[in-house]
Structure formats: structure tokens, C-alpha cells
Nanobody, 117 residues
Framework: QVQLVESGGGLVQRGGSLRLSCAASGIIFSIYRMGWYRQAPGKQRELVSF???????NYADSVKGRFTISRDNAKNTVYLDMNNLVSEDTAVYYCHADRSTTRQEFWGQGTQVTVSS
């Protein structure tokens, strides 16, 4: 059974920082592209960042320079370091794993991030 379990969300003041973690089980973590998506109230889910198996990274324009994605294959965990948070970052953040060759994808249950002004 595949599980992606996010943690690290919470309430933070504008300009603050948070680190999200996503622990994966049930998959060969190292061969999956791992990503973070977010969904704010009344909005569509959007890609925040992803990191490939080769550790190439991609970021949404809105978070470039503020967020950093990383992965630890030994711990089957992907991280999202979020700095200089703004109210527009308030959303539920979801961990995502995908493998294009087999068209497999998995989602976590989400973790709430709320940035107060």
C-alpha cells in the first residue's frame, strides 16, 4: 500500500518560514519524481515545485527564490523549505509522486499552511 504522509504545516506569520516533509512508503522512492502542489480556497490545485530522480528541480514563478525542494532517498522523504511566506501562500499543500514511464501517480492527504498578516 502506497502512502505519502505530509507533516510540518501550521500557522506562521508573514515573513516566516516552514519546512514541509513528506514521508513515502510502498514505493521505490528513488525512482519517482516528487512534487508539492497546493490548493487555496476557491482555487484550483497548482504545482508548487518538483524534483526529479536526478535531482533537477522546478518551481512555480510565485515561489522562486523563496522555496526550496529537496529529497533524501535514504529516508524516502521529500522536503519543501518555505521562506519569506506571504498570505498568498496560504493553502493546503499536497505531496505528489509520479513515474511517467508507468503513468503511476500518488497523492498525500495534504497539510494546511496558513500565513497570517
Amino acid at each position: 500500500q502506497v502512502q505519502l504522509v505530509e507533516s510540518g504545516g501550521g500557522l506562521v506569520q508573514r515573513g516566516g518560514s516552514l519546512r514541509l516533509s513528506c514521508a513515502a512508503s510502498g514505493i521505490i522512492f528513488s525512482i519517482y519524481r516528487m512534487g508539492w502542489y497546493r490548493q487555496a480556497p476557491g482555487k484550483q490545485r497548482e504545482l508548487v515545485s518538483f524534483i526529479t530522480r536526478g535531482r533537477s528541480t522546478n518551481y512555480a514563478d510565485s515561489v522562486k527564490g523563496r522555496f526550496t525542494i529537496s529529497r533524501d532517498n535514504a529516508k524516502n522523504t521529500v522536503y519543501l523549505d518555505m521562506n519569506n511566506l506571504v498570505s498568498e501562500d496560504t493553502a493546503v499543500y499536497y505531496c505528489h509522486a509520479d513515474r511517467s514511464t508507468t503513468r503511476q501517480e500518488f497523492w498525500g492527504q495534504g497539510t494546511q499552511v496558513t500565513v497570517s498578516s
